[in-house]
């Protein structure tokens, strides 16, 4: 054997060897170049051109748009807002999706094969479609507005405001928050529960004390989904907001079609880029804390 | 050290247990799981539910911490009737199989979970916490997560934590089931060590004979959802009340034979047979209790003559199988220096106390 061995190493020519991994990362990596990074380069270039009143881009260029992003209370309040009614979505996905996801995760066999499918379902379904449900709802001559009234309540504005993106965006993030809390219940025991039945926490202590901090990673990957989600929605805001309700996706659709205000709507985009990043940040803190 | 506290008013009526069980019944739609179980147990002992998987063991102990709600029957420990009252408010201590650590929790956190939720104050917490952490040998490990340490440290943080709330009863399933060969055997000691120093009350849940036979005060021998026997140990192996008894704790033969008028054919035999007992028996004889010659004190014993077909040496015990008058016997004899085993087809004389034969009922 030991004379052997030196001719088989010495057999192959020497070759630079490429990992398996490389060569299958060479696909993706190269999409992501095509479609996402030179896109977003040629945004960010697109957001330093000069533009005229008319919509025509100058070859010159130009802060203009930046400066008015950061100085005009317009859009630093259409950016607040954009944040602030996410979030607000985020928490009402989150409440709403939370009990469904338990209860999926302690169902067996047939039953949850039915409740998988009833809560994918709505994915199935164009969000155009859903809204459009929506809107037959929440009008002001809609079905829920129909039943207070003959129940002899006051009616509500339940649309084309602020109260109709959020019940709207609510329930279409829904699926996504229950497949991530779903992905996240893994650590989830049963018998961890009834340890601490057995110690003398009741099922209120065990909820909180136990099974709220063992979610919590699923929580986080749901509540990173969805805010962004949310955040770059743009059908659901358009027709539940009625156009009185101003948020980035909506905004940037506004300066890039009717407008014709490229350099700002790309300025717009890039700032959706920027709190995407700052959401990512503070996912992965979350996860280090509560890992 | 801990002290476990009388709870109750005081000593049990005599004749009742300190942990007394009633005809506690649990079914599933149609599927028997425990049935009618009648159960007293005195303070301070470790007993044993031995059973083969699905006997009925490990639901009859989630009844009694109150994970699972008994379908008819009673739980009463100390003179308290526990029947519906909740888990956490039953004061026992659980151990699992699978650990059951709070995974997001560290070592400490974990044994004070259970002072935390009876709102004991933070300096006795802290000592209290301290001296079980110690009990199990793990300090040092107090900031450590489950995760970062071995499954026998993590079963001893589960034993901490359950005995730190002095608990009235410390229920076992299956705690040394996950652990491998050598720990098992250092647990069973450290468990049976810490049960006696603080005369708790506990029931071990177990499947295998060896653990039941050699840790516990007594043993429950159960089978589909019936408690066979409750016996001490020698009580079970010497005395054995079924044939299932008979057959789960140690190794027998077991010949099916007729009784007629008092007695039943074995192997040419008569074996006599309890009075009143007609129809299929079975007989049954530890191989160990068969020797090669009389006894020497003359006790009178059942003889036949055999042929070795088959002669294993296994170190500490030679195993033979013979075939007397139709019946094949195992024998075990204990080995000792300068013994031949006798070869294949060696003519023998098996004997046996007529004390060590035990005839049953056949099975309907």
Not at chain 1, 129 to 132: E, I, Q, S
Not at chain 1, 253 to 260: G, H, I, K, P, S
Not at chain 2, 34 to 47: I, M
């Given at each position: 054997?030991?004379?052997?061995?030196?001719?088989?190493?010495?057999?192959?020519?020497?070759?630079v060897?490429i990992?398996l991994?490389v060569?299958l990362?060479?696909?993706i990596?190269?999409?992501?170049l095509?479609?996402?990074?030179a896109?977003v380069?040629?945004?960010?270039?697109f957001s330093?051109?000069?533009?005229q009143?008319?919509?025509?881009?100058?070859?010159?260029?130009?802060?203009a748009?930046?400066?008015?992003?950061?100085?005009?209370p317009f859009?630093?309040?259409l950016l607040?807002n954009?944040i602030?009614t996410?979030?607000?979505i985020v928490?009402?996905t989150l409440?709403c999706?939370?009990p469904?996801a338990?209860?999926?995760?302690?169902?067996?066999?047939?039953?949850?094969?039915v409740?998988?499918?009833?809560?994918?379902?709505?994915?199935?379904?164009?969000a155009v479609?859903?809204?459009?449900g929506?809107?037959?709802?929440?009008?002001?001559?809609?079905?829920?507005?129909?039943?207070?009234s003959?129940?002899?309540?006051p009616?509500?504005?339940?649309?084309?405001?602020s109260?109709?993106?959020?019940?709207g965006?609510?329930e279409?993030l829904?699926p996504?928050m229950i497949?991530?809390?779903?992905a996240?219940?893994?650590?989830?025991?049963?018998r961890?529960?009834?340890?601490a039945?057995?110690?003398?926490?009741n099922?209120?202590?065990t909820?909180?004390?136990?099974?709220?901090?063992?979610?919590?990673p699923?929580?986080?990957l749901?509540s990173?989904?969805?805010?962004?989600?949310?955040?770059?929605s743009?059908?659901t805001p358009?027709?539940?907001?009625?156009?009185?309700?101003?948020l980035?996706?909506?905004?940037i659709?506004?300066?890039?079609?009717?407008?014709?205000n490229w350099?700002l709507?790309?300025?717009?985009?890039?700032?959706?880029?920027i709190?995407f990043?700052g959401a990512?940040?503070?996912?992965l803190?979350?996860?280090?804390?509560?890992? | 050290?801990?002290?476990?506290?009388?709870?109750?008013?005081?000593?049990?009526?005599?004749g009742?247990?300190f942990?007394?069980?009633?005809g506690?019944?649990k079914r599933?739609?149609?599927?028997i799981a425990?049935?009618?179980?009648?159960?007293?147990?005195?303070?301070?002992?470790?007993?044993a539910?031995?059973?083969?998987?699905?006997?009925g063991k490990?639901?009859?102990?989630?009844?009694i911490?109150?994970l699972?709600?008994?379908?008819?029957?009673r739980?009463?420990v100390?003179?308290?009737?526990?029947?519906?009252?909740?888990?956490?408010?039953r004061?026992?201590g659980?151990?699992?199989?699978?650990?059951?650590?709070?995974?997001?929790?560290?070592?400490?956190e974990?044994?004070a979970?259970?002072?935390?939720m009876?709102?004991?104050?933070?300096a006795?917490t802290?000592?209290?916490v301290?001296?079980?952490?110690?009990?199990v040998?793990l300090?040092?490990?107090e900031?450590h997560?489950?995760a970062?340490?071995?499954?026998?440290?993590?079963?001893?943080?589960?034993?901490a934590?359950?005995l730190v709330?002095?608990?009235s009863?410390?229920?076992?399933?299956?705690?040394?089931?996950n652990?491998?060969?050598?720990l098992?055997?250092?647990?069973?000691?450290?468990?049976?060590?810490?049960?006696?120093?603080?005369?708790?009350?506990?029931?071990?849940?177990?499947?295998d004979?060896a653990?039941?036979?050699?840790?516990?005060?007594?043993?429950?021998?159960?089978n589909?959802?019936?408690?066979e026997?409750?016996?001490?140990?020698?009580?079970?192996?010497?005395?054995?009340?079924?044939?299932?008894?008979?057959?789960?704790i140690?190794?027998?033969?077991r010949?099916?034979a007729?009784?007629?008028?008092?007695?039943?054919?074995?192997?040419?035999l008569?074996?006599?047979?309890?009075?009143?007992?007609?129809?299929?028996?079975?007989?049954?004889?530890?191989?160990h209790?068969?020797?090669?010659?009389?006894?020497?004190?003359?006790?009178?014993?059942?003889?036949?003559?055999?042929?070795?077909?088959?002669?294993?040496?296994?170190?500490d015990?030679l195993q033979?199988?013979?075939?007397?008058?139709?019946?094949?016997?195992?024998v075990?004899?204990?080995?000792?220096?300068h013994?031949?085993?006798?070869?294949q087809?060696?003519?023998?004389?098996?004997?046996?106390?007529?004390?060590?034969?035990?005839?049953?009922g056949?099975?309907?």
């Open positions: 054997m030991t004379a052997i061995a030196p001719t088989l190493e010495a057999a192959p020519a020497r070759r060897k990992p991994a060569i990362l060479i696909p990596t190269l999409i992501n095509i479609g996402f990074v896109p380069i040629n945004l960010l270039s330093f051109r000069e533009v009143a008319t919509g025509a881009m100058t070859g010159g260029s130009s802060i748009s930046w400066v008015a992003i950061v100085t005009d859009y630093i309040e607040v954009s602030l996410s979030l607000l928490v009402l409440v999706s939370f469904i338990l209860l999926l995760h302690r169902t067996t066999g047939f039953a949850r094969t409740l998988l499918f009833v809560v994918i379902t709505p994915l199935l379904t164009s479609v859903r809204t459009y929506w809107i037959a709802l929440l009008l002001d001559g809609g079905v829920i507005n129909s039943l207070l003959l129940a002899g309540l009616t509500l504005k339940l649309i084309f405001n109260t109709g993106v959020v019940i965006l609510t279409i829904m996504y497949l991530s809390l779903l996240g219940f893994r650590r989830l025991d049963p961890v529960e009834e340890a039945l057995t110690l003398g926490a099922p209120f202590q909820f909180w004390r136990i099974i709220v901090p063992l979610t919590l699923g929580v986080a749901g990173l989904l969805c805010f962004v989600l949310a955040v770059s743009f059908i358009k027709l539940l907001g009625g156009g009185r309700v101003f980035l996706a909506t905004e659709y506004d300066q890039a079609m009717v407008t014709l350099p709507a790309s300025t717009l985009a890039i700032m959706i880029l709190v990043g990512l940040f503070l996912y803190r979350a996860l280090r804390a509560i890992a | 050290m801990l002290h476990v506290p009388v709870t109750g008013s005081s000593e049990s009526a005599a009742e247990g942990l007394s069980v009633r506690l019944n599933y739609g149609d599927f425990v049935d009618n179980l009648d159960l007293d147990l005195p303070k301070g002992e470790l007993v539910f031995l059973g083969p998987s699905g006997c490990t639901t009859s102990l989630r009844m911490a109150g699972v709600p008994a379908t008819s029957g739980i009463v100390g003179g308290r009737d526990l029947t519906t009252v909740e888990p956490y408010r004061d026992m659980l151990v699992f199989q699978s650990y059951a650590l709070f995974p997001h929790m560290s070592i400490a974990n044994v979970f259970g002072l935390k009876r709102k004991v104050g933070r006795e802290e000592q209290r301290r001296e079980a952490i110690s009990m040998r300090t040092g490990k900031s997560r489950p970062q340490l071995s499954g026998g440290q993590q079963q001893r943080v589960a034993l934590r359950a709330i002095r608990p009863i410390l229920l076992l399933d299956e705690p040394l089931s652990l491998d060969a050598k098992r055997d250092e647990m069973r000691n450290e468990i049976r060590d810490i049960q006696q120093r603080l005369g708790i009350t506990a029931i071990f849940v177990t499947h004979q653990e039941a036979l050699t840790m516990c005060d007594k043993v429950a021998v159960m589909a959802g019936r408690l026997q409750l016996g001490t140990p020698v009580e079970l192996y010497e005395k054995p009340q079924s044939p299932f008894v008979a057959s789960f140690g190794r027998t033969n010949f099916a007729v009784a007629k008028n008092g007695a039943a054919e074995l192997a040419g008569s074996i006599p047979t309890p009075a009143g007992m007609t129809g299929k028996v079975e007989v049954m004889i530890r191989p209790r068969i020797t090669l010659s009389a006894p020497a004190d003359g006790a009178p014993c059942h003889a036949v003559e055999g042929v070795v077909t088959r002669s294993i040496f296994a170190g015990i033979y199988e013979v075939v007397a008058h139709g019946a094949t016997f195992l075990e004899q204990g080995t000792a220096a013994e031949r085993p006798l070869e087809g060696s003519p023998v004389r098996l004997h046996w106390l007529m004390s060590d034969t035990y005839v049953f056949a099975a309907a």
